[in-house]
């Protein structure tokens, strides 16, 4: 008998490895109705470790940047007309897709593109008062590279002035961009200030997917 449960339960394994469901905590149950990812696609120092956080504490699969890897690996897989998420599609949450050392910024580059890939996802476009955003910017230290606003200047070749208009230019560009692209899709989008909002906000507009619980909120990462 013993024998004969456990190559069921080795089957029922390899049955959800091979679907690529995500790994819930013991708290959790399943899906509510069926998500295939989730996309974090505003820019870094608004909130994304919180973001990334909250879902990981929630049971859902989540990655956060990893040492650009999510970055280099979207831009990578995009130049060698692979599927965006070819090496990294275990998570199902994504956020800070990006690689300051080479200028990849791949959640303006291929929010589209994930989006016409993987049907029936959800993206976060996380935001926060510009000025403190630029703010918090000039004070981040990248792990790898050391201060962000010089790594930068010296990817650009630019001056600090030259830099913070460049920011401001791809904030409002790509806020205003990721809108009018979402404009008659308002359950696929969801705008959240990580300074103003509260977190039900967040958990309302996943809710019919997930249950999640607003008591694992909170704020990670903070640069003044």
């Not at 091979?18 to 505003?42: A, C, D, L, V």
């Not at 990981?56 to 990655?63: C, E, H, I, Q, T």
């Amino acid at each position: 008998m013993n024998k004969i449960y456990n190559s069921y339960i080795k089957m029922y394994k390899n049955l959800i490895n091979t679907y690529n469901y995500p790994i819930y905590n013991s708290h959790k149950e399943s899906y509510k109705q069926p998500i295939n990812k989730i996309f974090q696609i505003g820019f870094n120092k608004c909130g994304t470790r919180t973001i990334h956080n909250f879902f990981l504490r929630n049971g859902v699969k989540s990655a956060h940047w990893e040492n650009n890897k999510l970055a280099d690996t979207i831009h990578k897989n995009y130049n060698n007309n692979l599927p965006l998420l070819t090496g990294i599609d275990k998570y199902t949450v994504y956020t800070d897709m990006e690689n300051v050392d080479t200028q990849i910024y791949a959640h303006i580059l291929y929010y589209k593109e994930l989006d016409r890939q993987y049907p029936n996802s959800k993206f976060i476009l996380n935001i926060r008062d510009r000025d403190k955003w630029i703010t918090s910017r000039l004070n981040h230290n990248n792990l790898k590279s050391g201060k962000y606003l010089i790594t930068t200047m010296n990817y650009y070749d630019y001056t600090e002035e030259q830099v913070i208009n460049m920011w401001i230019n791809d904030w409002e560009n790509h806020i205003r961009d990721v809108k009018d692209y979402f404009k008659d899709r308002p359950n696929d989008l969801l705008i959240f200030d990580i300074e103003e909002d509260n977190v039900s906000k967040l958990v309302k507009f996943f809710s019919p997917y997930l249950d999640l619980n607003e008591d694992f909120w909170e704020i990670k990462g903070v640069t003044k």
